[in-house]
């Protein structure tokens, strides 16, 4: 009943997905999608950031002349938080070259400063779900939006416990959309029954690190339909005729 026409958060062998853009294109034109955004892992990922931003930046910018007319490509980056006072690795000289920019927390991204690495790495280890440790994530998460550079938080709650209605406010305010990921949850339909109370806008995505996966969101959409969502809320689905 609802046809995906866009997929903002797909992955290429740039960081760590599996297919090339043109991969990612052409499955996303088979898929029907009239918008493509690839998004690998900003440089600041210790295992898997883009080591290559120009050549990165390149392969888009070719495949957006292959593919003009046809499909809309965009060109985007998932960056890592990487402190508490909502650090994050934009690459200062491509940030103007980005058409959208996905934040969210990776485990394994460089920390900004030694607090950050010990209140993720150690304390997180040790302590993962107390109260104290989830107030300053969602601080830093804060303090990550309200700099408005962000039009996607990528899979809010993953792998870090965090109040996700507080963080949605944020979203709201900075006009940043609140993502509902199939590859990574962590996020129940019960809670976007509250976060949608706060009257952020949300999308779906696929995080697809293999072409194949594109335009995939069952699992998403599933969960954002027993929430009560629909066309009104999720930017990047339609009703089908
Ligand atoms: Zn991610
Ligand atoms: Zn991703």
């Known amino acids: 009943m609802y046809k995906l026409f866009a997929d903002y958060h797909t992955h290429t062998v740039w960081s760590h997905g599996k297919g090339s853009v043109q991969d990612n294109v052409n499955a996303a034109m088979a898929a029907g999608l009239e918008t493509l955004g690839i998004s690998d892992h900003a440089p600041g990922h210790l295992f898997y950031g883009v080591r290559d931003m120009q050549g990165y930046m390149d392969a888009i910018h070719t495949q957006q002349q292959i593919c003009a007319g046809k499909l809309r490509l965009l060109a985007g980056i998932e960056l890592n938080l990487t402190g508490m006072h909502g650090q994050y690795d934009l690459p200062a000289q491509y940030r103007d070259q980005f058409d959208f920019v996905i934040m969210g927390f990776h485990k394994g991204a460089r920390p900004a400063d030694f607090t950050s690495f010990f209140e993720y790495y150690i304390a997180r280890s040790i302590s993962g779900s107390s109260k104290r440790l989830k107030v300053k994530a969602t601080d830093a998460y804060i303090a990550a939006l309200m700099k408005k550079e962000i039009t996607i938080l990528s899979h809010p709650g993953y792998a870090i416990n965090i109040d996700k209605v507080e963080v949605a406010k944020a979203c709201l305010e900075a006009g940043t959309l609140f993502e509902i990921n199939t590859s990574h949850t962590g996020l129940e339909a019960a809670e976007i029954v509250d976060i949608a ?45």
């Not at 806008?201 to 696929?206: D, G």
Request: proline content about 2%; charged content about 30%.
């Open 197 to 241: 109370k706060t009257g952020v806008k949300f999308l779906v995505s696929s995080d697809a690190h293999v072409p194949d996966r594109i335009a995939q969101v069952d699992v998403a959409l599933q969960k954002a339909i027993a929430a009560g969502l629909s066309e009104k809320e999720i930017i990047n689905i339609r009703r089908k005729d």
